[in-house]
């Protein structure tokens, strides 16, 4: 407990205003050795995805900049095939970021500055699949918005750089309290669709915290609760199982991100959006997604291009 007080007022200040943490000047960044950087897109994926959302109709929303995808597909071990549309534009959403917060909490048990209770499997696991904002405000209180930052900037991970922005938790979830605004877009709850498909690719592969902490995770992030958005949009589908997912929604931003399993297809997918009727967007997102998985035409294309030159 002492720590966790401690932790709030380096991170709140102690008449609990906002801090302006000094972040220091591009040269004093650490240099990014987290993998999965996911950097390079698969060319057959990406304009496979393009096609199908240009065909729904979202070409609109993505030129806007209004809708922002990443799509990962792990399905064949070894191998990871990358697509992704506005990916690196940082959009606000909602209870998204709380996958921030339980990576943090989860950091600072493991490194010894929080002791794991029960408790922690409950209010952990109402955060993420029920969505609840007073045990994200809970985890928030126990590390600090300055440590989650800190934890979304490590080297590790890189979740978050001043380039591109990613994911990233600016206040409690709850009215009023201290602010810790994200320096690019001045967002309280941020993400961009790169960064939080990178979350669930390590978390997929035992790279957040240690192997055993990450499988920790994923049953903390099932089963979903909520039947909306990805989980609607794939409810009338057999063999579906949702290994991980947080969404997010507040007014006209909907979000969606997932770690799914298909038959043989296991793939991650993220949506944001800043819609009107984001929800109908974010379940006709799941379906294309789970089209392209299911068909699996980007995995057959390199051999399909060496036969062909034989």
């Not at 597909?73 to 998204?96: E, T």
């Not at 790169?194 to 903390?220: C, H, I, N, P």
């Not at 819609?275 to 035409?297: F, P, Q, S, T």
């Amino acid at each position: 407990m002492v720590a966790a007080v401690l932790s709030l007022w380096l991170a709140f200040g102690a008449d609990g205003q906002n801090l302006a943490p000094d972040r220091g000047g591009s040269d004093s960044t650490p240099k990014c050795v987290a993998g999965y950087k996911l950097q390079k897109k698969n060319a057959t994926l990406q304009k496979n995805l393009e096609t199908r959302l240009a065909k729904a109709g979202f070409a609109k929303h993505l030129s806007k900049k209004r809708m922002a995808v990443a799509l990962v597909d792990l399905s064949k071990p070894g191998s990871r095939y990358y697509a992704g549309i506005n990916d690196d534009v940082m959009m606000y959403a909602a209870s998204l970021p709380k996958i921030a917060i339980l990576l943090t909490v989860i950091e600072a048990v493991n490194n010894g500055t929080l002791e794991w209770t029960r408790e922690f499997d409950t209010r952990l696991q109402e955060m993420i699949v029920s969505s609840s904002n007073e045990d994200a405000s809970w985890g928030t209180d126990l590390v600090g918005l300055l440590a989650i930052e800190k934890e979304m900037r490590d080297p590790r991970y890189c979740l978050y750089d001043d380039k591109d922005g990613g994911l990233w938790v600016g206040r409690a979830y709850r009215s009023g309290g201290a602010t810790n605004r994200d320096p690019k877009n001045d967002i309280s709850h941020g993400a961009t669709a790169r960064q939080a498909a990178r979350f669930y690719t390590m978390l997929d592969a035992g790279e957040l915290v240690s192997k055993e902490w990450s499988f920790r995770m994923l049953g903390l992030m099932s089963p979903p609760k909520h039947v909306h958005k990805f989980v609607n949009g794939l409810s009338d589908r057999q063999g579906v199982v949702f290994l991980a997912r947080k969404s997010g929604t507040w007014r006209n931003f909907h979000a969606d991100s997932a770690l799914i399993q298909h038959f043989g297809a296991r793939y991650v997918l993220v949506g944001l959006s800043e819609l009107n009727d984001g929800e109908h967007v974010m379940r006709e997102l799941v379906r294309i997604a789970d089209d392209l998985m299911l068909d699996g035409a980007h995995r057959k294309a390199k051999k399909s291009n060496k036969q062909a030159r034989r």
